[in-house]
């Protein structure tokens, strides 16, 4: 079992920047794939970003590459989403989860590949 906690959400202008943390507890972290998704008012919830358990390999989603950054830090069983040069666009609720180790990467961007989910921060942007 892994207990999930995001933070870092909040209220940010448009072109601003925010970072998300995901503090993970219970099981070794290291053993885990991360991910990020978001879900937008009235819309599903869609991929962001994940990461492998060694940090080495990193995916994104087309709509946030070149502005987001993911990272985790396993000392710390801690995952990081940097957001850059926000847009309105971007207003969702911010999810982290983890998915086992061997999951392929194609797998990374469906959220039925992840067993575990944190409970959300709600990141607004404003113009």
């Known amino acids: 079992q892994v207990q999930l906690v995001e933070s870092g959400g909040g209220l940010v202008q448009t072109g601003g920047s925010l970072r998300l943390s995901c503090a993970a507890s219970?099981?070794?972290?290291?053993?885990?794939?991360m991910g990020w998704f978001r879900r937008a008012p009235g819309q599903e919830r869609e991929f962001v970003a994940a990461?492998?358990?060694?940090?080495?390999?990193?995916y994104y989603a087309d709509s946030v590459k070149g502005r987001f950054t993911i990272s985790r830090d396993n000392a710390k069983n801690t995952v990081f989403l940097q957001m850059n040069s926000l847009k309105s666009e971007d207003t969702a609720v911010y999810y982290c989860a983890a998915a086992p180790r061997g999951t392929y990467s194609r797998g990374l961007y469906e959220e039925t590949t992840y067993n575990y989910w944190g409970q959300g921060t709600q990141v607004t942007v404003s113009s």
């Open positions: 990461i492998s358990w060694s940090g080495a390999s990193k």
């Open positions: 219970g099981r070794t972290f290291s053993m885990y794939v």
